[in-house]
């Protein structure tokens, strides 16, 4: 027996090593650091912050690093050119998304974010694509913006202590998402809600060890993965309540919200007989979790950061109000005022570069074998941009630490909205759909903010702007802090 066994073994292990010497053989690998058969560079992917030692390791071995997680080899691409050259120059060759099993159980499989690049995404984003435009067209963000933030600032001032604004801003952000999304809700079902995502982002913080060794998922799933399963599924059925709803109360004449307007969108490709155009429940159910998911965790985590340079910045922050009270006066903000407030979109875009919300982008996947900065890359291979290491490259940016949103001003006072080195919402065929959605909706949250309050830290508190690990791993979040807010309007 425990020669049979041995036998075995030794079979796997010399089969392995022949297999890794006819791979390595046949490509020309990107560099990287010794892993561990089988485990991996188990010292990189277990730190919650790896995009940092990513980084690191791109300065001793090259912006194109490949590093083992469990069996898969992953590939890093840590600077602007092997970025470029992936998403846009390559297209098509690293469009696809891995098979992670915890992927397929949250996106049905039929998602814009995690489905794979075939005619039917291409047909399923062009209908999201089309539904944001006229959606963003409407007064409706306007006017869910305006009710939210007046609620909750209202709540804001009559603070009369040191406070943690992350708490506001998360309702905030919840509220507006939801109510653009699924339309309007009481209290306690939003609240409800944010305690459906938090929990499903604290199970699936980490990772599952059922995506780096699918055959343990289908044999032994662990209690975690059961759990997240479990809080999944309870999450989608209320999207499908709300579609179901939705289809019943459903006037082609009064579009409420973006779940409207992807019906309408439907009736309209019925009528034309436009069939690749008219999207199933499923897909219908998907374009609002993706825009869900995107719009709340991306942007409460941007604000976050936004309140706190600004709270430790008060030089900066009086920029900002100077220009709000310029161009606005004590007019209430407007999605519409965008255009007019470049030092305040300055200001975000540079807390999207100095404080990255994700600073991985969702994991690529090679289609094809292809070539990146000189390396092979492999068909089937998990491609990472590391947006953390471009955003934080001295090559690109002076004196990076530090939070200067004059990088984005122009010599006339304008805003450069095309910088190198500056991808938060991704390139390509791959980037964020809600893009448009996400600057329009922050920018006039900023101005809002800054027109009613002047925010300031405690007595004797230095301004904090080290990251520490949010709920998922390679995203940063500020160390916790309170603040002290003035009402200017009192």
Same mark, same amino acid.
């Given at each position: ?250 006037? $082609?004449?009064? !579009?409420?919200?973006? *779940?409207?307007? =992807?019906?309408?969108?439907? @009736?309209?490709? &019925? ?108 068909? $089937?291979?998990? !491609?990472?941009?590391? *947006?953390?290491? =471009?955003?934080?490259?001295? @090559?690109?940016? &002076? ?92």
């Amino acid at each position: 027996m425990w020669l049979d066994l041995q036998s075995v073994l030794v079979g796997l292990a010399t089969g392995l090593f022949v297999y890794y010497v006819i791979y390595r053989y046949r490509y020309r690998l990107p560099p990287g650091p010794f892993a561990l058969p089988v485990i991996g560079n188990y010292t990189v992917y277990t730190n919650p912050l790896y995009h940092r030692e990513v980084y690191k390791l791109s300065k001793q071995y090259g912006p194109v690093l490949r590093l083992q997680f469990g069996p898969k080899m992953f590939v890093f691409l840590n600077d602007l050119d092997t970025i470029m050259e992936a998403l846009v120059k390559r297209k098509t060759d690293i469009a696809g998304r891995p098979s992670m099993k915890s992927l397929q159980i949250i996106s049905e499989e039929k998602t814009i974010s995690f489905g794979s690049y075939c005619h039917s995404w291409k047909m399923h984003r062009k209908v999201a694509n089309l539904a944001l435009r006229h959606f963003l067209q409407s007064t409706m963000m306007d006017d869910t913006i305006q009710r939210t933030l007046t609620k909750f600032m209202d709540k804001m001032a009559s603070e009369k202590q040191p406070f943690a604004v992350k708490d506001y801003l998360n309702k905030i952000q919840f509220h507006i998402i939801y109510n653009l999304c699924m339309g309007t809700n009481t209290d306690e079902e939003i609240e409800r809600f944010i305690q459906r995502i938090d929990d499903i982002n604290s199970t699936f913080g980490g990772g599952f060890i059922e995506d780096v060794y699918p055959l343990i998922g289908k044999l032994w799933p662990s209690k975690k993965f059961c759990k997240y399963v479990k809080l999944v599924e309870e999450f989608l059925a209320v999207f499908y309540k709300k579609l179901e709803d939705h289809r019943t109360e459903f006037n $082609e004449n009064d !579009v409420r919200d973006l *779940m409207d307007q =992807l019906l309408l969108s439907n @009736k309209k490709a &019925e009528e034309s007989q436009d069939s690749d155009m008219i999207l199933e429940d499923t897909r219908i159910v998907q374009t609002i979790v993706a825009i869900f998911y995107a719009g709340v965790d991306t942007t409460r985590i941007t604000m976050d950061w936004f309140v706190c340079f600004m709270s430790g910045l008060p030089d900066i922050q009086e920029k900002c109000r100077q220009e709000i009270e310029s161009v606005l006066g004590t007019r209430r903000p407007s999605v519409r005022d965008r255009a007019s407030l470049p030092y305040i979109e300055a200001c975000l875009y540079e807390t999207l570069r100095r404080a990255s919300a994700f600073s991985l982008t969702i994991p690529h996947s090679t289609l094809c074998d292809t070539q990146v900065g000189g390396y092979d890359i492999p068909k $089937e291979t998990i !491609v990472f941009p590391n *947006m953390f290491a =471009l955003h934080m490259n001295p @090559k690109y940016w &002076e004196n990076p630490e530090m939070f200067d949103p004059h990088r984005f001003i122009s010599n006339d006072g304008n805003l450069e909205t095309k910088v190198d080195g500056w991808l938060p919402f991704s390139a390509g065929l791959r980037t964020c759909l809600g893009e448009a959605l996400a600057k329009s909706e922050m920018v006039t949250m900023c101005a809002y903010l800054l027109q009613r309050f002047e925010f300031r830290l405690p007595e004797g508190v230095d301004p904090n702007f080290s990251g520490v690990s949010g709920a998922f791993s390679a995203t940063e979040v500020p160390a916790p802090y309170k603040i002290i807010v003035k009402d200017r309007f009192a």
